[in-house]
């Protein structure tokens, strides 16, 4: 009999995905980066118990250890375009600075972004969206849009392009629900007809 192989057999299971704009590929609702060119291809997957390893066209572009739970992202630097790299200079504490920097509702939707987030590096995809859309409409228009956003309570990069977009931060934000009590009238019945039971 011939000796047993130096290491151990290690199940594996095979998936094939396709890299997306973020140049990631998910895996059981995690997300592992492939060098940014390769977006748009159809890669290969190897997942052992321990490793999530990637390959495009026969050759290993990417490896990691796999992730538990659901909602991670691993990221290697040098998958990272340029650009994206110097997005990994930000920090909570810078985004809420810059926030605070436009005005108070802006600073509000961004803390709440990072906050609502398990991890707050999650939320900082949404935050640099917005920086980029201070310097594409300006400080003014994007701290009115934070606060029509602020007052729908939809703390989100989407809601505010959106309000953006659509001109919305220059309409008047809708004022606060009348709650003045129902005028008195001889029609209408009050508590004090259902209390005893009518006339």
Same mark, same amino acid.
């Given at each position: 009999?011939?000796?047993l192989?130096?290491? %151990? !057999?290690?199940?594996? &299971? ?5 890299v /997306?704009?973020d !140049?990631?590929?998910? #895996?059981?609702? /995690? !997300?592992?980066? =492939?060098?940014y060119?390769?977006?748009g291809?159809?890669v ?7 490793? =999530? ?6 050759k %290993?572009?990417? @490896? ?5 739970g659901r909602?991670?992202? #691993?990221t ?6 340029? $650009?994206? +790299? ?6 909570? $504490?810078?985004? %809420? %600075?810059?926030?605070e ?9 961004? =803390? ?5 987030k398990?991890?707050? &590096?999650?939320?900082? +995809? ?5 920086i980029?859309?201070?310097r594409?409409?300006?400080s003014?228009?994007?701290e009115?849009?934070a606060?029509?956003a @602020? ?8 809601s505010?392009? $959106?309000?953006l977009?659509? /001109? ?6 809708p ?9 008195v009238?001889?029609?209408l019945r009050g508590?004090? !007809?259902?209390? *005893?039971g *009518?006339?």
């Amino acid at each position: 009999m011939r000796p047993l192989p130096p290491q %151990r !057999y290690e199940f594996a &299971e095979w998936r094939k995905a396709k890299v /997306n704009l973020d !140049y990631h590929v998910e #895996v059981d609702r /995690n !997300y592992y980066s =492939v060098p940014y060119p390769l977006v748009g291809e159809t890669v290969d997957i190897r997942l052992t118990d321990g490793l =999530v390893e990637i390959l495009h066209r026969g050759k %290993r572009v990417a @490896c990691h250890s796999r992730a538990t739970g659901r909602g991670r992202s #691993v990221t290697q630097i040098q998958h990272m375009p340029a $650009s994206h +790299r110097r997005h990994r200079e930000w920090t909570p $504490s810078k985004l %809420r %600075r810059w926030a605070e920097s436009v005005g108070p509702h802006t600073a509000q939707l961004v =803390v709440t972004i990072l906050e609502e987030k398990p991890h707050p &590096e999650q939320g900082f +995809r949404s935050c640099l969206g917005i920086i980029h859309l201070a310097r594409k409409y300006g400080s003014d228009r994007l701290e009115a849009a934070a606060a029509r956003a @602020c007052a729908a309570r939809t703390f989100s990069y989407s809601s505010v392009k $959106s309000i953006l977009a659509h /001109n919305l931060d220059q309409a008047p934000l809708p004022g606060p629900p009348d709650n003045q009590a129902t005028p008195v009238h001889p029609n209408l019945r009050g508590p004090d !007809y259902y209390a *005893g039971g *009518g006339p």
